[in-house]
């Protein structure tokens, strides 16, 4: 049975450009979860999606979206990279109510130079 | 807003416990999450407490008392694989805030 996955796993992009992650979740999760982790610290929260509905957002620049698919899949997109975007970005997937734990993806390393 | 403290570092012989603490002040609670997470890759499920009192798995064991917004996170008989950092996440609705991590060292 299939973890939860994300691609790609590294990425360099530069000052101002776009870029998408992705994320599948495990198969009968229907929650997708976002997170920021800079070198140093722990993961922080950008946005959780539960049935392609924006449940929360974290303390991040409008810069950031998320959208969760049909198939319960999941982008988040950021533009107008910075060179303080440069963090490894975590997918976790969740039943809904988060306290049967949540998986954590392998994560995206984004570098931006 | 999210408080969530605990040691940066904490070095320990291989074979010996250690035990890692994390406090929190929190606007909310639905349990603490410990989670191990080796350099670069993702953070992997250690335990959950919602209750207070001690839950064992295997080498790992995990505290809570709510009263005082404590927890830890014990280690015994430390193997060299366990060098990682360790996470501790507070549960808010559907939200993980996280401390900043424990650095493991186990040395030989």
């Known amino acids: 049975d299939a973890g939860v996955t994300q691609s790609p796993t590294h990425l360099i992009k530069t000052r101002g450009q776009h870029v998408t992650l992705r994320c599948s979740p495990i198969s009968g999760h229907k929650s997708v979860s976002w997170y920021q982790q800079v070198l140093g610290q722990g993961p922080q929260f950008i946005f959780q999606?539960?049935?392609?509905?924006?449940?929360g957002r974290g303390n991040f620049p409008d810069r950031f979206s998320a959208r969760q698919f049909p198939n319960y899949s999941s982008e988040l997109n950021v533009n107008a990279l910075l060179l303080g975007d440069s963090a490894l970005y975590l997918c976790a997937s969740s039943l809904p109510q988060g306290s049967y734990g949540y998986t954590f993806g392998s994560g995206t390393r984004l570098t931006v130079v | 807003g999210q408080n969530i403290d605990q040691p940066t570092e904490m070095t320990a012989t291989e074979g010996a416990i250690v035990q890692i603490n994390c406090t929190y002040q929190t606007s909310g609670f639905n349990g603490l999450f410990w989670y191990q997470q080796h350099a670069g890759e993702a953070p992997t499920f250690l335990s959950y407490n919602v209750l207070d009192g001690l839950e064992e798995k295997g080498r790992f064991s995990s505290f809570l008392s709510r009263s005082k917004g404590y927890s830890y996170l014990l280690l015994k008989e430390l193997q060299m694989k366990d060098s990682a950092s360790y996470l501790c996440?507070?549960?808010?609705?559907?939200?993980?805030?996280f401390g900043a991590g424990t650095t493991v060292t186990v040395r030989a």
């Open positions: 999606y539960y049935e392609k509905e924006e449940r």
């Open positions: 996440a507070v549960l808010n609705d559907y939200k993980l805030s």
